[in-house]
């Protein structure tokens, strides 16, 4: 099955100006033509899920719609970027317009658009993440079964979302750019994760008549498998490894003739400065000759951390 990262389209694709009806307003907000080739180049598949009550209102029609997604489509097509799907739910219970005055599952924060994306291109949910700015795009990520991550734009809250703050995403960021980062880092451990489970497998795998349905489900990829939490011995796997790496990188550092070159001037450095010390407590001290030492071991200190600076940026 693939995974997809569903996005919301307003302040999250493209800036928003207040039911935007024409094409030429359509502006992409900063750095999400790299967002979406990144998560390309990582296997994802990229799909939109936008509730468009302009239509419902008599705004917009989706003739007009279809439009302004070719524009976002062809700026995105400019910079090497492309979507592999957009859904829309043109439809709301106050609309004006009877043809689409109405409830759906298609419209956030119910995942009918999700759950649609996922059984037209083969989606594995579990395995995907919704992206978007509001309350209702997480919670539409959640009950299809995603990972979410809320975008918060400068940081702000809408006075329109106060009520719906109790809904709270897997993680929050600034822009699409970041979330991409997030979505790359999670998918780099889970494939750590996945290297290592066939040996966790073979010692803690229950007899086939203990698996439970949701297992089941979740081990083949059923969309409506909800994430499956790690055992003792699975987070137990995954400390050793992570340990294991520590090690190996340790072992693999280089040896640094700079390094070592720093560590024998530091020690002459320190006993030069013990022979000033020693001139000055002499019983006829010289104090000629212990400014002499202590101008020695500033001489040999600076050596010593240039040394080491020089290691330390090469």
Known sequence: MNRAVFLDRDH???????????????????????????????????????????????????????????????????????????????????????KYA????LRKPKPGMLLKGAKEHDIDLSQSWMVGDSPRDIEAGHRAGCRTIRMRLGGEV????????????????????????????????????????????????????EVQPDCARAQEGDPRAGPVSMSD????????????????????EEFSFLKLAGGIVQMLALLTLLIAVLKVLASHPRLNDAIFWALIAIALQVMSLTFFSIHRNK
């Not at 109405?102 to 599952?105: G, K, V």
């Not at 011995?233 to 693999?252: A, D, K, N, P």
Request: aromatic fraction near 4%.
């Open 12 to 98: 999250t694709l493209i800036e928003d100006p207040g039911y935007l009806s024409d094409p030429d307003a359509v502006k992409l907000l900063p750095g999400v033509e790299l967002a979406i080739k990144s998560l390309h180049q990582a296997g994802y598949k990229i799909v939109v899920c936008t509730n468009q009550s302009a239509i419902a209102r008599g705004i917009l029609t989706e003739e007009s719609l279809e439009k302004i997604h070719a524009e976002m489509r062809r700026q995105l097509a400019d910079k090497g970027a492309h979507l592999d799907a957009i859904y829309y739910c043109p439809y709301h219970p106050e609309g004006t317009v009877d």
């Open 102 to 105: 109405m409830q759906s599952d």
């Open 158 to 209: 809408s006075s329109a979302e106060g009520a719906d703050e109790d809904v709270q995403a897997d993680f929050t960021v600034r822009n699409l750019v970041d979330a991409a980062r997030i979505v790359l880092r999670e998918t780099d451990r889970t494939a750590t994760w996945d290297s290592a489970r066939p040996t966790a497998a073979v010692a803690t795998a229950p007899a086939a008549s």
């Open 233 to 252: 011995s699975q987070v137990r796997m995954e400390i050793l490894s992570h340990l294991r790496r520590l090690v190996r990188r340790g072992e693999h």
